[in-house]
Nanobody, 115 residues
Framework: QVQLVESGGGLVQAGGSLRLSCAAS????????MGWYRQAPGKQRELVAT???????NYADSVKGRFTISRDNAKNTVYLQMNSLKPEDTAVYYC?????????WGQGTQVTVSS
């Protein structure tokens, strides 16, 4: 099994930027898609963005134009560049990866955006 470890979260002011990283313990070449989800207090976990092995991306409407997902299969890492952050982006962000047989989750990284 592959373990996913997120990093890069933190506290930032509204309008600022953060870059999240998701490092996998093994190859992500066969994990398709990879993605980021988030969960705010009292809310359900929601999709933020996904990326296929060929680089096709999908974004939640709330982050389109502000967030960019990318993957580096050689480094077994997925990134989420978050710009123009808003207080409503505050949440725990989780890395996710899916295969035919299994769904992987990271432990999450906290992102807090102050107004």
């Amino acid at each position: 099994q592959v373990q996913l470890v997120e990093s890069g979260g933190g506290l930032v002011q509204a309008g600022g930027s953060l870059r999240l990283s998701c490092a996998a313990s093994g190859s992500i070449a066969s994990i398709n898609p990879m993605g980021w989800y988030r969960q705010a207090p009292g809310k359900q976990r929601e999709l933020v963005a996904t990326i296929t092995s060929r680089g096709s991306t999908n974004y939640a409407d709330s982050v389109k134009g502000r967030f960019t997902i990318s993957r580096d299969n050689a480094k077994n890492t997925v990134y989420l560049q978050m710009n123009s952050l808003k207080p409503e982006d505050t949440a725990v962000y989780y890395c996710n990866g899916k295969t035919v047989f299994y769904t992987y989750w990271g432990q999450g990284t906290q992102v807090t955006v102050s107004s």
